[in-house]
């Protein structure tokens, strides 16, 4: 992993019980990071 992707990451874990779902935070971390696609962060994310 990137360094870019493990803050992705990071950022997603942080604030996903703060969203309505888990896509909602996703979509939240490529707004406030302007990196990648949602599909990609969501590929960087651990399902589970």
Known sequence: ???ESE???RMVDK???Q???G???INE???LLGVATAE???K???SG
């Open 1 to 3: 992993m990137t360094a």
């Open 23 to 25: 896509w909602a935070a």
């Open 7 to 9: 803050r992705a990451v």
């Open 29 to 31: 971390v490529v707004r």
């Open 44 to 46: 960087w994310v651990p």
């Open 40 to 42: 990609a962060v969501r």
């Open 15 to 17: 604030i996903k019980d």
């Open 19 to 21: 969203r309505s779902s």
